[in-house]
Protein backbone atom coordinates (compact mmCIF):
# COMPACT_ATOMS: atom_id res chain seq x y z
CA UNK A 1 0.00 0.00 0.00
CA UNK A 2 1.26 3.39 -0.68
CA UNK A 3 3.01 5.12 2.07
CA UNK A 4 4.41 7.67 -0.14
CA UNK A 5 3.03 9.89 -3.06
CA UNK A 6 5.91 11.60 -5.64
CA UNK A 7 3.68 14.78 -7.33
CA UNK A 8 5.25 16.18 -10.81
CA UNK A 9 4.74 19.81 -10.97
CA UNK A 10 3.58 21.61 -13.91
CA UNK A 11 0.38 19.51 -15.76
CA UNK A 12 -0.40 18.00 -12.07
CA UNK A 13 -0.10 20.36 -9.57
CA UNK A 14 -0.77 23.87 -11.15
CA UNK A 15 -1.38 24.79 -14.70
CA UNK A 16 1.62 26.19 -15.46
CA UNK A 17 2.05 23.62 -18.60
CA UNK A 18 0.65 26.41 -21.18
CA UNK A 19 3.06 28.80 -20.25
CA UNK A 20 5.90 26.33 -20.90
CA UNK A 21 4.41 25.96 -24.06
CA UNK A 22 3.63 29.21 -25.13
CA UNK A 23 7.24 30.51 -23.89
CA UNK A 24 8.88 27.75 -26.73
CA UNK A 25 6.24 28.50 -29.28
CA UNK A 26 7.71 32.08 -29.21
CA UNK A 27 11.06 30.91 -29.46
CA UNK A 28 10.20 28.32 -32.23
CA UNK A 29 8.12 31.38 -33.99
CA UNK A 30 11.68 33.88 -33.85
CA UNK A 31 13.58 30.93 -35.05
CA UNK A 32 11.45 30.91 -38.02
CA UNK A 33 9.40 27.38 -37.16
CA UNK A 34 6.23 26.38 -36.20
CA UNK A 35 6.33 24.46 -32.47
CA UNK A 36 2.66 23.21 -32.17
CA UNK A 37 0.87 21.16 -29.24
CA UNK A 38 1.31 17.67 -30.79
CA UNK A 39 5.46 18.49 -30.81
CA UNK A 40 5.21 19.93 -26.94
CA UNK A 41 3.89 16.55 -25.60
CA UNK A 42 7.80 15.52 -26.13
CA UNK A 43 8.64 18.34 -24.24
CA UNK A 44 6.61 18.10 -21.33
CA UNK A 45 8.27 16.63 -17.96
CA UNK A 46 11.95 17.28 -19.69
CA UNK A 47 14.53 19.71 -18.82
CA UNK A 48 14.97 23.18 -19.72
CA UNK A 49 18.13 22.52 -21.62
CA UNK A 50 17.03 18.96 -23.35
CA UNK A 51 13.97 20.32 -24.17
CA UNK A 52 15.58 23.47 -26.19
CA UNK A 53 17.64 20.31 -27.81
CA UNK A 54 14.47 18.52 -28.71
CA UNK A 55 13.04 22.11 -30.20
CA UNK A 56 15.61 22.16 -32.12
CA UNK A 57 15.76 18.84 -33.70
CA UNK A 58 11.93 19.90 -34.63
CA UNK A 59 13.02 22.71 -36.39
CA UNK A 60 15.93 21.27 -37.84
CA UNK A 61 18.77 23.82 -36.33
CA UNK A 62 21.80 23.43 -34.84
CA UNK A 63 23.74 25.80 -32.71
CA UNK A 64 26.30 26.56 -30.24
CA UNK A 65 26.39 25.96 -26.73
CA UNK A 66 26.73 29.52 -26.04
CA UNK A 67 23.59 30.23 -27.83
CA UNK A 68 21.85 27.54 -26.62
CA UNK A 69 22.52 28.73 -23.19
CA UNK A 70 21.30 32.56 -24.36
CA UNK A 71 18.09 30.58 -25.94
CA UNK A 72 17.07 28.95 -22.63
CA UNK A 73 17.67 31.63 -20.43
CA UNK A 74 15.20 33.79 -23.19
CA UNK A 75 12.51 30.83 -22.71
CA UNK A 76 13.31 31.16 -18.79
CA UNK A 77 12.76 34.70 -18.63
CA UNK A 78 9.38 34.86 -20.78
CA UNK A 79 8.21 31.69 -18.36
CA UNK A 80 8.95 33.53 -15.72
CA UNK A 81 7.30 36.55 -16.84
CA UNK A 82 4.18 34.49 -18.13
CA UNK A 83 3.98 32.74 -13.77
CA UNK A 84 4.77 35.81 -11.71
CA UNK A 85 1.32 36.47 -11.51
CA UNK A 86 0.41 33.00 -10.20
CA UNK A 87 -1.64 32.46 -7.21
CA UNK A 88 -3.34 29.57 -5.72
CA UNK A 89 -6.57 30.19 -8.15
CA UNK A 90 -3.86 28.28 -10.76
CA UNK A 91 -4.01 24.76 -8.31
CA UNK A 92 -5.26 22.36 -10.47
CA UNK A 93 -9.20 20.56 -9.21
CA UNK A 94 -8.49 18.61 -6.21
CA UNK A 95 -5.20 19.37 -5.45
CA UNK A 96 -5.38 20.62 -1.86
CA UNK A 97 -8.08 18.40 -1.13
CA UNK A 98 -6.30 15.12 -2.48
CA UNK A 99 -2.63 16.49 -0.94
CA UNK A 100 -4.66 17.27 2.80
CA UNK A 101 -6.66 13.87 2.84
CA UNK A 102 -3.39 11.83 1.87
CA UNK A 103 -1.79 13.78 5.09
CA UNK A 104 -4.88 12.70 7.08
CA UNK A 105 -4.27 8.97 6.23
CA UNK A 106 -0.53 9.67 7.40
CA UNK A 107 1.15 9.57 3.70
CA UNK A 108 3.82 11.56 3.21
CA UNK A 109 4.40 13.59 0.19
CA UNK A 110 6.88 14.78 -1.82
CA UNK A 111 7.16 16.81 -4.83
CA UNK A 112 9.25 15.23 -7.95
CA UNK A 113 9.88 18.27 -10.73
CA UNK A 114 12.48 18.57 -13.31
CA UNK A 115 11.85 22.43 -12.70
CA UNK A 116 14.32 25.13 -11.36
CA UNK A 117 11.46 27.18 -11.10
CA UNK A 118 9.80 24.95 -8.32
CA UNK A 119 10.00 26.57 -4.87
CA UNK A 120 9.10 30.02 -6.46
CA UNK A 121 5.82 28.48 -7.60
CA UNK A 122 4.95 26.35 -4.43
CA UNK A 123 5.58 29.62 -2.99
CA UNK A 124 3.39 31.42 -4.72
CA UNK A 125 0.30 28.82 -4.64
CA UNK A 126 1.10 28.70 -0.61
CA UNK A 127 1.12 25.01 -0.25
CA UNK A 128 5.27 24.63 0.31
CA UNK A 129 4.18 23.53 3.67
CA UNK A 130 2.46 20.38 2.45
CA UNK A 131 5.36 18.83 1.38
CA UNK A 132 7.60 16.43 3.39
CA UNK A 133 10.33 16.87 0.51
CA UNK A 134 10.60 18.98 -2.29
CA UNK A 135 13.10 17.45 -5.49
CA UNK A 136 13.08 20.09 -7.83
CA UNK A 137 15.54 20.58 -11.32
CA UNK A 138 18.20 22.33 -9.02
CA UNK A 139 18.84 19.00 -7.05
CA UNK A 140 18.78 16.34 -9.88
CA UNK A 141 21.00 16.55 -13.13
CA UNK A 142 19.08 13.61 -15.20
CA UNK A 143 16.67 14.73 -16.70
CA UNK A 144 12.95 12.89 -16.98
CA UNK A 145 12.36 9.87 -18.35
CA UNK A 146 15.61 8.87 -16.19
CA UNK A 147 14.24 8.12 -12.73
CA UNK A 148 16.85 9.98 -10.79
CA UNK A 149 14.01 12.93 -9.49
CA UNK A 150 11.66 9.99 -8.46
CA UNK A 151 14.47 8.07 -6.71
CA UNK A 152 15.99 10.92 -4.99
CA UNK A 153 12.19 12.08 -3.78
CA UNK A 154 11.84 8.45 -2.32
CA UNK A 155 15.13 8.75 -0.43
CA UNK A 156 14.40 11.80 0.69
CA UNK A 157 11.40 10.21 2.29
CA UNK A 158 12.86 7.50 3.52
CA UNK A 159 10.67 4.68 1.67
CA UNK A 160 11.18 2.55 -0.77
CA UNK A 161 10.38 2.61 -4.40
CA UNK A 162 7.56 -0.20 -3.98
CA UNK A 163 6.06 2.04 -1.47
CA UNK A 164 5.79 5.11 -3.46
CA UNK A 165 3.14 6.11 -6.01
CA UNK A 166 3.81 9.01 -8.72
CA UNK A 167 1.37 11.21 -9.70
CA UNK A 168 2.68 12.52 -13.78
CA UNK A 169 1.03 13.99 -16.62
CA UNK A 170 4.18 13.80 -19.42
CA UNK A 171 5.12 10.55 -21.28
CA UNK A 172 8.66 11.13 -20.00
CA UNK A 173 7.58 11.34 -16.12
CA UNK A 174 5.60 8.35 -16.46
CA UNK A 175 8.27 6.25 -18.03
CA UNK A 176 10.75 7.92 -15.65
CA UNK A 177 8.21 6.84 -12.74
CA UNK A 178 8.16 3.13 -13.80
CA UNK A 179 12.28 3.05 -14.49
CA UNK A 180 12.05 3.93 -10.72
CA UNK A 181 10.10 0.93 -9.92
CA UNK A 182 7.19 2.99 -8.68
CA UNK A 183 3.30 2.79 -9.40
CA UNK A 184 2.55 5.66 -11.88
CA UNK A 185 -0.65 7.38 -11.80
CA UNK A 186 -1.28 9.42 -15.15
CA UNK A 187 -2.77 12.87 -15.16
CA UNK A 188 -4.55 13.31 -18.45
CA UNK A 189 -5.15 10.87 -21.38
CA UNK A 190 -5.08 7.67 -21.26
CA UNK A 191 -3.64 7.75 -25.18
CA UNK A 192 -0.74 9.64 -24.55
CA UNK A 193 0.10 8.19 -20.89
CA UNK A 194 0.08 4.33 -22.58
CA UNK A 195 2.27 2.94 -19.65
CA UNK A 196 0.50 4.27 -16.39
CA UNK A 197 -0.49 2.57 -14.25
CA UNK A 198 -3.89 3.73 -13.73
CA UNK A 199 -4.95 7.33 -15.72
CA UNK A 200 -7.20 9.88 -14.18
CA UNK A 201 -8.08 13.65 -15.85
CA UNK A 202 -7.22 15.10 -12.65
CA UNK A 203 -6.52 14.66 -9.13
CA UNK A 204 -10.27 15.49 -8.19
CA UNK A 205 -10.79 12.15 -9.59
CA UNK A 206 -9.40 10.06 -6.86
C1 LIG B 1 8.79 20.57 -15.94
C2 LIG B 1 7.96 20.92 -17.16
C3 LIG B 1 8.83 21.10 -18.36
C4 LIG B 1 9.99 22.04 -18.06
C5 LIG B 1 10.81 21.51 -16.90
C6 LIG B 1 11.95 22.44 -16.53
O1 LIG B 1 9.14 19.24 -15.99
O2 LIG B 1 7.00 19.94 -17.41
O3 LIG B 1 8.03 21.59 -19.40
O4 LIG B 1 10.81 22.19 -19.19
O5 LIG B 1 9.97 21.36 -15.79
O6 LIG B 1 11.40 23.59 -16.00
P1 LIG B 1 12.18 24.94 -15.74
O7 LIG B 1 11.19 25.77 -14.95
O8 LIG B 1 13.39 24.60 -14.93
O9 LIG B 1 12.53 25.51 -17.04
MG1 LIG C 1 4.42 17.74 -15.74
Given at each position: HMKGAIFDLDGVIVDTAKYHFLAWRLLAEELGFVFTEEHNERLKGVSRTRSLDILLEIGGMEFSEAEKLAMADKKNRLYVEYISGLNESALLPGVKEYLNS??????????????????????????????????????????????????TACKELGLQPGECVVFEDAEAGVAAGKAAGMLVVGIGKPEVLKEADLVVAGLHEL
Open positions: LRARGVAIALGSASKNAAFILDKLNIAGLFDAVVDGNKVTLAKPDPEVFQ
